[in-house]
């Protein structure tokens, strides 16, 4: 039988893992971790004694800004070492994020939709507005995560500051292809992964110069390829749909999912969600642990 890859960032909350892993656990899976600089309670040794079936690969660690190309340059390297082993699909994931189906009926989930991937489209035709969303340098994008923190609520995102610091840069269609964007989590073949590696050279040359890249990445590497055909879900009007994500934009930025949230979750069509946090009374984490877990022994 084929064979998947999850591929983890860790860096908020390291301590969820005690119930993602488990629940990830699988002869048919391999996990693939990175574990920021900044988590440095998160020792290796101690994520896999929380797997029996599954092999733990863990690369090098580095200091990750979320949105930034540092995020894009840790992808890199997860897909670059997990793509040796030509995996089905590869599953990117944080640790905020939980699943809520067993690891058997995920993998006959995207078994059964072979060739497909998941990765959100925001829509069709990239507008101007978006374009002038993510026409801006890096050095603006970092400093306004210095200066204001990630979700200031004054200022979530440097736009302004960036057209201040240099108002010729710019993304324009002599560059020979065209962006769009969506959510950063996905779900992809290893013949997606094969040409996003092959498409490094220019992601360095293009993206690392934006910020907020994670939302670009994968989705204008695949929309200006044959690929795109493969899209699993098109109407481009919700990202759990395309990911089997359930990610909840409308209640919050994004919402994280509570123990009242429970029932929702788990009558949703859905494989994975997220964010959810483990600390505070309101947490969901261990109901859905508890759910897959006797779902499992079944």
Not at 112 to 132: A, C, L, P, T
Request: contains cysteine; proline residues 3%; glycine residues 4%.
């Amino acid at each position: 039988m084929n064979k998947h890859a999850y591929l983890i960032l860790v860096q908020n909350q390291p301590e969820l893992l005690e119930y993602q892993l488990p629940l990830l656990d699988h002869e048919r899976v391999d996990l693939y971790i990175h574990i920021d600089k900044k988590a440095k309670k998160c020792r290796p040794e101690s994520l896999k004694s929380l797997v029996k079936k599954s092999k733990v690969f863990f690369i090098n660690s580095t200091a990750v800004s979320y949105g930034s190309y540092t995020q894009i340059q840790c992808q890199f390297e997860l897909m670059r070492q997990s793509a040796k082993q030509k995996y089905s699909y590869y599953h990117f994931l944080s640790d905020c994020d939980l699943p809520l189906r067993t690891q058997e009926h995920i993998l006959d989930f995207f078994e059964s939709h072979q060739g497909r991937e998941f990765v959100n489209i925001y829509g069709k035709n990239f507008s101007d507005g978006m374009r002038r969303r993510f026409n801006y340098i890096k050095e603006a994008f970092d400093a306004g995560f210095r200066l204001f923190g990630r979700k200031s609520e004054k200022l979530e995102y440097p736009w302004s500051l960036s057209t201040k610091l240099n108002p010729e840069t710019k993304i324009s269609s002599d560059a020979g292809f065209q962006l769009q964007a969506g959510i950063n989590a996905c779900s992809i073949t290893h013949d997606l992964v094969s040409l996003i590696l092959l498409k490094e050279p220019w992601c360095e040359q293009y993206l690392s110069k934006m910020g907020g890249v994670c939302e670009l990445f994968f989705q204008t590497i695949l929309w200006n390829s044959m690929m795109k055909q493969n899209i699993y879900y098109h109407q481009y009007d919700n990202w759990s749909n395309a990911t089997m994500r359930y990610i909840d934009y409308k209640q919050g930025n994004p919402y994280v999912w509570q123990k009242k949230d429970f029932d929702t979750l788990i009558r949703s069509p859905y494989l994975f969600a997220g964010p959810v946090h483990l600390k505070g009374k309101d947490s969901v984490a261990k109901d859905i642990y508890d759910y897959v877990t006797e779902k499992q022994k079944k």
